[in-house]
């Protein structure tokens, strides 16, 4: 039964820790960059391709790379599973 009651003093105690009230006053925003304005219109334009490999061709490498040791690995697992499912007699 205390447990219970302990329990519920712990719930209490956090939601009054994780209640905070509301700010009155404005949070002042820096002004954006127009160079980082034009970087999220390049990647927000809807034309098909994933937004990863937008980057250019360091992005292209890099997913490839992934795509390409990712299929490797996969291919080590399958050969190691085949190993061990019908190993060699001595």
Do not use: C
């Not at 098909?48 to 992005?59: A, M, N, Q």
């Amino acid at each position: 039964m205390s447990l219970l009651k302990n329990s519920a003093r712990l719930v209490q105690s956090v939601r009054r820790i994780s209640s905070s009230s509301v700010r009155s006053e404005k949070i002042q925003y820096s002004p954006v960059d127009p160079k980082f304005k034009a970087l999220q219109e390049h990647f927000q334009i809807p034309d098909g391709t994933l937004i990863h490999v937008k980057g250019g061709f360091t992005d292209q490498l890099l997913y490839r790379t992934t795509v390409f040791l990712t299929l490797i690995g996969i291919g080590m697992v399958g050969n190691l599973i085949y190993k061990l499912s019908f190993p060699k007699k001595a």
